[in-house]
Nanobody
């Protein structure tokens, strides 16, 4: 299946910032939600942040006040601005999007994952 195009991970010191991007151009005719999940080694994947088609957002308690999700509707791209990064933010971040294609058909897709490593 078609994967979302995800980028922005890397190495950063604690207290630093990164911005993740997730592009869904050419896939959906109408997007319902976009967001990120993350998975640390040996741990379950958890929701980080989600933004709906109407612009409402939801964040994990652990990232509230530090992470900000927003989108560019003209590009069907969502961004996750991550500030004041902590060691415990380390993990693989997976973009997720769901919506409808022109068929029309409902789809839920994942990005390839991008590694975020925060050094202490």
């Amino acid at each position: 299946q078609v994967q979302l195009v995800e980028s922005g991970g890397g190495l950063v010191q604690a207290g630093g910032s990164l911005r993740l991007s997730c592009a869904a151009s050419g896939i959906f005719s109408s997007i319902n939600t976009m967001g990120w999940y993350r998975q640390a080694p040996g741990k379950q994947r958890e929701l980080v942040a989600v933004i709906t088609s109407g612009g409402s957002t939801n964040y994990a308690d652990s990232v509230k006040g530090r992470f900000f999700i927003y989108k560019d509707n003209s590009k069907n791209t969502a961004y996750l601005q991550m500030d004041s990064l902590k060691f415990e933010d380390t993990g693989v971040y997976y973009c997720n999007a769901d919506g409808w294609t022109a068929s029309p058909r409902y789809l839920e897709l994942w990005g390839q994952g991008t590694l975020v490593t925060v050094s202490s």
